[in-house]
């Protein structure tokens, strides 16, 4: 049954909806959801199809919730990513329209040609290759009839091709309605229950969403992760990423290098152009292992299609969706695949712990258990053979049975190693991720950065030690006189199951209706040698009411018991 929380929360979920002005779209969309009986369970695959029909926003919300496989379960995880990327792409002259908005004046005065077939269209926006106007560049109408729109020194040269990112009209304002029904649809999944295991955290998941989604409507948002991106990769030879033109870009429309060149796991295309693949899959690891325990910022969608090969460089493309680390984070992360390396579960736990948020009671005992067998299970695995992402997600999976919840930059981590692990499979399968994390931490540990920011913990580490030393006599005298008077008291958690509780209720329950029913037998006899009136057919009446009341609930004792054998032979809960 509904609870009333839940009800109220599916009636303000409606009105919001409602007074946001979507009425039509509310129409639609509870269409869709009857056609697809919703109320009756959402299947993985069901919900695929679901979102598909739901439109390209519901799409978008789909392949981001593909790497919450923490939040939502693994099943709907995996279903969600084939999810079709592509969508029919938006008519030319909008493209033409959105970009001179943008500019502020003519496209022709800055580039030559655009060229009508998109490059892509996705939910959000498409792609289209753009060739710069020689007299963008130089002299004022040279070449042309044109008014020149002078460039900054940084600027794309004359004639070369940029891609033009374009971003959907009035998307904006449909992701916002939409954001508001899938608000109410999360309302309804809870109200009806239909999923179980997914609706205590897909209000934490939509809430996600919003912020993921709202960054990658905002090319400002990438521009600036393209630039910072770009910093990053000075230090790493033969990788690249495309340079963003801010002076030609905006919150709608963003310009930068055009990239042409096969894809990471055309092996083919690769061998074609004199290149080795399995150098190429060892450059493409090294990189993202930087990206991820140097640098804290990392591609979080390294598919195939976002990895291009331009000469013999690696080319990192798409950055509207990546993944953030602080410090601390790095940390934990080493110390997990320490733990791991190492066989201590206790050290993974308590590296875990300090990273999660907890949305229930954890039972510690059980997670360092749970944590323990699932490190016995890779003990007899090489090191080297160890699949990384998918050991995370394993641990991922075991915190959730824990109530316990990562930040979604670890999650888009665990999802970035088991597509970048997919890829390496496919051009180098011999390369070991997690033996150039080895020897990448081991590079680290040997710098003079390292070596600091050891010696500063060690001497942190010494002074909190030599001021607990001096407080202990204190600590252990103050003890000693509360034990002595009486004033220390030891708790201690029994951990009894819930089905255990409740079988003891069921039974004493049984056994109290056993004896009220006893009790009225043994009463109504007593009765009945009595000349009580009134009475029927001699026996005093109250005798009567007796004898049936006790014969009713010796029936109802008797039948619970029976059920109750049913239930144990087949292990169900009582």
């Not at 279903?79 to 908005?101: G, N, Q, Y």
Request: charge should be negative.
């Amino acid at each position: 049954m509904a609870t009333l929380k839940e009800v109220a929360q599916v009636a303000v979920e409606a009105r919001r909806d409602k007074g946001s002005g979507s009425g039509r779209r509310l129409r639609e969309i509870e269409r869709i959801l009857r056609q697809h009986r919703v109320l009756s369970g959402l299947t993985p695959e069901k919900a695929t199809s679901l979102l598909e029909d739901l439109g390209p926003t519901f799409v978008k919300m789909g392949q981001i919730a593909a790497n919450r496989s923490d939040v939502i379960p693994p099943a709907y995880a995996d279903a969600f990513k084939r999810l079709r990327a592509d969508v029919p792409p938006m008519p030319f002259s909008t493209v033409l329209a959105t970009i001179e908005e943008s500019l502020g004046h003519p496209w022709r005065e800055t580039f030559s040609c655009i060229e009508e077939k998109p490059l892509g269209s996705a939910s959000i926006a498409q792609a289209h290759r753009a060739r710069i106007a020689p007299h963008a560049v130089g002299d004022a109408g040279a070449g042309t009839g044109a008014a020149a729109v002078p460039l900054p020194a940084d600027a794309p040269k004359a004639g070369s091709y940029v891609a033009i990112k374009v971003r959907r009209p009035h998307v904006v304002e449909q992701m916002t309605q939409d954001l508001a029904l899938i608000r109410q649809a999360v309302a309804l999944v809870g109200l009806t229950r239909a999923t179980d295991g997914i609706k205590l955290s897909l209000d934490d998941l939509v809430t996600e969403l919003e912020r993921t989604t709202r960054q990658e409507l905002d090319f400002c948002v990438e521009q600036h992760n393209l630039v910072r991106f770009r910093q990053f990769l000075d230090d790493q030879p033969g990788v690249e990423s495309p340079r963003p033109y801010p002076h030609l870009s905006s919150d709608d429309v963003l310009v930068m290098d055009f990239v042409e060149g096969p894809m990471i796991n055309d092996v083919p295309a690769l061998r074609a152009m004199g290149l080795d693949p399995a150098k190429l899959g060892q450059r493409l690891a090294e990189s993202f292992v930087t990206q991820i325990v140097d640098n804290g910022f990392f591609h979080a969608d390294p598919h195939p299609g976002n990895i291009l090969v331009r000469g013999d460089d690696i080319v990192w493309i798409d950055l509207g969706m990546v993944g953030q680390l602080s410090a601390l984070e790095r940390a934990l992360i080493g110390r997990m695949f320490r733990a791991v390396a190492e066989n201590d579960p206790y050290a993974l736990m308590e590296a875990l712990l300090g990273a999660v948020r907890s949305e229930g009671p954890v039972n510690h005992g059980r997670l360092l258990s749970q944590l323990g067998n699932l490190l016995v299970s890779y003990t007899t695995v090489n090191l080297a053979d160890i699949n990384v992402g998918s050991a995370l997600m394993d641990v991922f999976g075991v915190l959730q049975t824990q109530n316990l919840a990562l930040p979604p930059s670890f999650t888009l981590l665990a999802r970035g190693m088991v597509t970048i692990e997919g890829v390496l499979v496919d051009i180098a399968p011999d390369t070991s991720v997690i033996d150039i994390i080895a020897a990448h931490v081991k590079r680290r540990e040997r710098t003079w950065e390292a070596f600091e920011t050891k010696a500063r913990e060690f001497v942190s580490t010494a002074a909190t030690s030599a001021q607990a030393a001096v407080r202990l006599p204190t600590q252990a005298s103050h003890t000693l006189d509360m034990i002595d008077r009486g004033q220390v008291r030891v708790g201690a958690d029994l951990g009894i199951p819930i089905d255990a509780i409740a079988a003891l209720y069921s039974v004493s329950g049984t056994v109290a209706m056993a004896l009220i029913s006893a009790g009225l037998f043994i009463g109504s006899s007593l009765l009945a040698t009595t000349n009580m009136h009134p009475q029927f057919l001699g026996v005093p009446l109250l005798g009567v009411l007796g004898y049936v009341g006790a014969f009713v609930l010796g029936a109802y004792v008797v039948w619970r018991n029976l059920v109750i054998r049913h239930r144990q032979k087949n292990e169900e809960k009582l």
